[in-house]
């Protein structure tokens, strides 16, 4: 992976070398963090980079800090701006994945949420693929239940609660699949390590609720959306069986990380043919035109990070005309 340039730490932007904590940082201690994980699309056609929806990402950001009683400074606005101006430093004109990360910097010993100082961070780098075979994934169902929101609210990202997601992670791919699906304490299926899960059965597509202690994933939103209506398909938020895997026709991940993958088997059976499925297949093709702005009306998901850069500022397009 190549390290980022540069990093939004205390305020301001500076290079990646000074974005640096101290061993004893509550965060790094205790797990007492939260962060995002969003997206940027390059589309070379108008030489700019969308982000896929800094305001969704940036809300679910501060509403996870909320779950750690942690009170932040800046707005959604705030925060989207210090990205954007994070980008345009950066200069970067190829697909990237931004990482925002808020947690508890006091040096200090004592587990606890109160009488603590936030910090926020956010770093952006170039980045592709995060499941290489996205379109033929071959997953389990994990021995590790996910975290209930009795234990630490799986609604929002929390740092220490990515602990579960690398149990169910490594068990894994240590035994030769690619992905996890855990079930909930209850044996339902809640989701995969880091994205969502939705089956497709008889022309309905199936996601587990919020209540089934899976993450309020923005790309899960954006799915609903697009499946009801761009592609006709019903979804129904409802608990899922994990005998529903076996009898399902078509199964993905979503999340901003895996995008929108097709899994085709699982522990040792088929999904429905054994290969990705003509609704997977369809929604795939349209996430990607969406996320890279290239359908007007979907426009509105994509924040573009040049577009309104300050005159005299170099940016992929004025830089291309001097160049020329
Ligand atoms: C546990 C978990 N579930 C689901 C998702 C998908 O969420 P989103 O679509 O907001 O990226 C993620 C993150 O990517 C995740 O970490």
Known sequence: ???????????????????RVGVLTHGLNYGTGVFAGLRAYWNADEAELFLFRPKEHFQRFLESARLLDMTLPQSVDALTDALV????????REDCYVRPLAFYADESIGVRLHNLTPEVSIVA???GRYVENDESLHATISSWRRVDDTMIPPRGKIAGSYVNS?????????AGFDEAIVLNQDGHVSEASAANVFLIRKGTAI???????????ITRRSVMELLTRELGVPV?????????ITLCDELFFCGTGVQIAAVTRVDHRPIGSGRMGPVVSSLRALYFDVA?????????WC??????????????????????
Not at 2 to 19: D, W
Not at 85 to 92: A, F, I, K, N, S
Not at 236 to 244: C, H, L
Not at 303 to 308: E, F, L
């Open 292 to 300: 890279r702005g290239r359908r007007a009306d979907y426009r509105s």
């Open 125 to 127: 780098m170039p980045y």
């Open 85 to 92: 101006e994070l980008l345009r430093t950066e200069l970067y």
């Open 236 to 244: 129904v938020e409802r608990s899922i069986d994990r005998t529903e």
């Open 166 to 174: 690398a149990f169910a992670k490594t068990d894994a791919q240590r």
């Open 207 to 217: 996601t587990p609720p919020v209540s089934d202690n899976v993450l309020e994933g």
């Open 1 to 19: 992976m190549t390290l980022p340039g540069h990093a939004f730490f205390r305020g301001r932007i500076v290079p990646y070398s000074e974005a």
């Open 303 to 324: 924040h573009p990070v040049y577009a309104d850069a300050p005159a005299g500022a170099e940016t992929p397009l004025r830089k291309r005309s001097t160049a020329s």
